[in-house]
């Protein structure tokens, strides 16, 4: 089931928990979440292989207006989702392990393009989620074909 977002915009806090039984349902509360952001937050996934991150960065993307393919960017390390309503860059930080690994990216180049930037292995870079406008993504697995998806943040008071 799907209940709507609870976001105070003006302090960037996302508090909600739902439980997906397919990837139209995790696309649906991806693209539910689309609808609130405005520019400039950092969507970080965290969740083991097979979770369903990418399907969320394809709602996200969906949400967004954006009508082409999206992909894993497991090899390419970003994507970008260009002509929608704003904006997606979608990162993959699986085999990033250190700085230098980040910068060679254009991480930080991305977060000041004002866009949405998700990102996929997000644990990998926690040192660098230092954002006001983070927003943790976090999946989890119920059973073969639920997953509970947990989002929370913004809020770095």
């Known amino acids: 089931m799907i209940k709507s977002l609870k976001v105070r915009k003006e302090e960037y806090i996302v508090d909600c928990t739902y439980f997906s039984s397919s990837e139209f349902d995790t696309m649906k509360i991806a693209a539910e979440l689309s609808n609130e952001l405005c520019g400039g937050e950092i969507i970080a996934l965290k969740g083991g292989l097979g979770m369903g991150k990418t399907c969320f960065v394809k709602g996200l993307a969906n949400g967004l207006g954006f009508s082409g393919d999206v992909t894993s960017p497991t090899f390419a390390i ?8 704003l904006d997606l860059f979608h ?35 926690e040192g660098a989620l ?14 073969d074909n639920e997953r509970k998806i947990s989002i929370s943040g913004g809020d770095k008071k």
């Open 130 to 143: 230092q954002n006001e406008k983070v927003i943790i993504v976090e999946i989890e697995r119920v059973s």
């Open 91 to 125: 990162f993959d930080m699986y085999r990033i392990t250190g700085w230098d690994d980040l910068n060679s990216t254009g991480y930080f180049e991305y977060l000041d393009a004002g866009g949405i930037v998700a990102i996929e292995w997000s644990e990998n870079i």
């Open 78 to 85: 970003v994507n970008e989702y260009i002509g929608g309503r």
